[in-house]
């Protein structure tokens, strides 16, 4: 299978800011690949140069087979982007938005006709096309970006947080949409929601203060969590109590305990009975396995700051 985007030892610096620090991953082709990480572990700042809208400061891109400084108007006729914070015009309709893109694209007017007749329709959009998209609702007005980028029939397309600031429906709705295209058109999209992950991704790289941390599938990830259940415990209970039944850590204001073994497991409901404290036992999850492989980093580094190591 073709690598579509191959990167490595990626950096990108703004003075004595590292924004990115030596990434390196490959991507093949159409596949959903998700950059997952907190805010601001560096996704918008690695998509926008793999979009060749940011140049990097350092590290060897290539997108489609181009390099992205040297090459980048070949990568740009055939990629298109979604970014977080694009807008769609107030005082156009769905129809003029996507019809009006292709033109600027240089597509004849008879196939950018037949592009966004076909793509207005896919997404749902077809009977609102005559109506501007400041009536529209958040879901629409997202539909109506994603039906720009695919109507420019792209080998490659960006989604910054393509979800954001969407109720529950709407974000289920962009789902279904980006499910259909899986094999038409790979995807490398941004997102911090679990959730997103797992409904979309082939793929995962996990991202952190511009650093990779680990990359695979969400069930090859997900076995990077310490267990296979987790005790959930107040924090009444002290740690030195716990700490040799298994791996620690907080979980929304309680203990997430997984234990090492069964008899672990039995150890720790009688210390919570001993404290009188209320305690349930839950299927770990990947984004266990998430917060996991983030707090082993933040540990990491916190043992290098302590040694005079610089992170």
């Known amino acids: 299978m073709f690598n579509l985007v191959e990167v490595e030892n990626l950096t990108k610096s703004y003075g004595d800011k590292e924004a ?6 490959i991507i093949e082709e159409g596949n959903i690949v998700v950059l997952l990480g907190p805010n601001g572990a560096g996704k918008t700042t690695c998509l926008r140069i793999l979009a060749t809208t940011l140049l990097p400061t350092d590290g060897n891109v290539h997108v489609l087979g181009y390099d992205i400084v040297s090459e980048a108007a070949h990568i740009r ?26 033109l600027a694209r240089g597509v004849t007017r008879r196939a950018a006709a037949e592009s966004t007749e076909k793509h207005l329709r896919q997404l749902g959009l077809w009977d609102l096309r005559n109506r501007i998209t400041a009536t529209y609702s958040g879901g629409m007005k997202r539909r109506t970006l994603i039906a720009m980028a695919l109507a420019a ?25 980006l499910h259909q295209l899986r094999g038409r058109a790979t995807l490398i999209l941004s997102t911090h929601l679990m959730d997103e992950v797992e409904a979309l991704a082939d793929q995962v790289i996990i991202i952190s203060e511009g650093q990779v941390l680990a990359q695979g599938t969400v069930s090859e990830l997900r076995f990077r969590a310490p267990g296979d259940e987790k005790v959930l415990l107040p924090k009444t209970i002290p740690i030195p109590e716990l700490s040799c039944y298994g791996y620690i850590q907080e979980d929304g204001g309680r ?11 039995h150890e720790v409901m009688d210390i919570a009975r001993t404290h009188g404290a209320s305690f349930s036992i839950q299927t770990a999850t990947f984004e266990d396995a998430y917060l996991m492989i983030l707090g082993q980093f933040a540990e990491a580094k916190q043992t290098q700051k302590c040694h005079g190591v610089s992170a």
């Open 20 to 25: 990115l620090r030596g990434l390196s991953f």
């Open 255 to 265: 203990w997430a305990l997984f234990p090492i073994n069964k008899a672990a497991t």
């Open 77 to 102: 006729k055939q990629i298109a982007v979604v970014p977080q914070e694009a807008l769609t015009d107030p005082n156009l309709t769905a129809w003029e938005s996507v019809y009006g893109y292709l």
């Open 153 to 177: 029939n792209a080998k490659l397309i960006f989604l910054d947080e393509p979800t954001t600031g969407l109720d529950p429906i709407a974000k289920r709705e962009v789902w279904a949409i």
